[in-house]
C-alpha cells in the first residue's frame, strides 16, 4: 500500500508540475445539457441539424482547447481556423435557437482566452465578440440574458489570466532551476580553481624537497632527514588546507604564504627577495594576494629556471599590489596558464586586475592590484 501512494503521490506532483492541460476544460462541456434535452424533446425545430451542429461544435471545442495547450500548435493557422470556425457556428446555433444554446458562448469564450491568452489580440478579439453576444442573446430572449454576456466575458479573461500565470510560473520554475545548475558549476569551478592552487604548489614543493633529500643523502644525512621532515609537515598542512577548502571555509594569510613561497623558492635553488610594506590588509584582500603568491611562487619553482624571485607587497589608502618577478626563461611552450587565468577571474570579480608576462629586464612578472574598499564584496563571489 505504502508503494501506491508513494506511485500516486509522484504522479500527482508531476501533474502539478505541469499544471492545467486542455483536459482541464473539456468537462465544461456538460454546459451544453440543456441543448441536448432539448434535441431529445423535440423541443427545437430542425433537431436533426441541431444534433449535427452540436457534434460538430463539441469536436471543435475539444480540439482547439487541446491544440491551445500545446505550445507547438497553439499560434498556428490551422488553430486559429478551428478556432475561427467555432465562433461562428457557437453564434449559428444560439441565434438559430436561442435559450439554452446561449450557454454555447461561455464555452466558446473559454476556447478563445486558451488561444489568446495575453497580449493585445486578446483584447482586439474579446469586447467585439461579446459585443457580438450581446446582440444575439437579447435579440433571441431579452434583456434576461444578458448575464451571458458577463459570462463569456468572465470566461475569456479568467481563462487567459489563469494560463498566462501558469506560463509565468513555469518560466520562473526553469529560471529556478537554471540558476541552481549555475550555482552548482560556479561552485564546481570554485573547488577545482582551489584544488589546482593548493595541490599544484603543495606537490610541487614535495616534489623540490624530495630531490634536494636525495641530493643530501648520500653525503649529509642530517639535512636529508630535515627536508624529510619539512615533506612531512608540508603534507600535514596539505591535507589541513584541503579540509578548510571543501568546508570553503579558508582565508589565506598573506605572512603565513609569503614564508612558504620563500622556504619553496630556496628549496629549489632559487633565491627569495620578499618585501612588505604599507598598513595592515583586510582578511579577504590577504586571501586573494595568497592565492597569487602562491600560484606565482609555484610557477617559478616549476618552470621558470630562475635563480632569484622577488616578491613585493606595497599598500596604500585604495589600493594595494603585490608583484612576483623572476629572472627565469620568461614565457615559453611549456609556461602554465590555467592557474593565472582562475586568479585573473578572481582578481577582476573583486574588482581588481592581474598582469603577467615578461618582465622589463626579461624572466617573468605577475602584478596584482586590488582596490581595498571594494576586495570584500567581489572576494566573497568569487572564493566563498
Known sequence: ?????????????????????????????????????NLINHEVPNPWIGGLGLLAFNS?????????????TRETRVTWGLLAVLCALTFALAAAYGGDWLLFFPLMGLAVGAVLRRGRRLALMAFPLCVGVGVVSVWR????????????????????????????????????????????????????????DLLGHTLSVIVVKSEAARRLAPRDLDAALAQLTDIESVGRQALTEIREAVTGYREGSLTTELDRARDALSSAGIEPVVRQSGPPLEP????????????????????SGATRCEIEVGGGPERVRLTVTDNGRGTGPG??????KGLRERVAAAGGTLVSGPGPRGGFRVTAELPVEAVEAGAGAAGA
Open 284 to 303: 579577504q584582500t590577504e586571501a586573494l594576494l595568497s592565492w597569487v603568491v602562491r600560484e606565482s611562487a609555484t610557477n617559478a619553482v616549476r618552470h
Open 60 to 72: 471543435l471545442y475539444i480540439t482547439v482547447v487541446i491544440r491551445a495547450f500545446a505550445d507547438r
Open 141 to 196: 430572449e431579452g434583456w434576461d440574458e444578458f448575464g451571458i454576456v458577463y459570462g463569456t466575458f468572465i470566461s475569456i479573461m479568467v481563462t487567459a489570466a489563469i494560463l498566462t500565470l501558469n506560463e509565468t510560473v513555469q518560466e520562473l520554475r526553469a529560471t529556478r532551476e537554471e540558476l541552481a545548475r549555475s550555482a552548482v558549476e560556479k561552485e564546481r569551478l570554485r573547488f577545482s580553481r582551489d584544488m589546482h
Open 335 to 340: 609556461t602554465p596558464g590555467s592557474g593565472l
Open 1 to 37: 500500500m505504502a508503494g501506491l501512494r508513494d506511485i500516486w503521490r509522484r504522479r500527482a506532483e508531476s501533474a502539478r508540475d505541469r499544471g492545467p492541460t486542455g483536459m482541464s476544460l473539456i468537462p465544461w462541456l456538460l454546459m451544453g445539457l440543456g441543448a441536448i434535452s
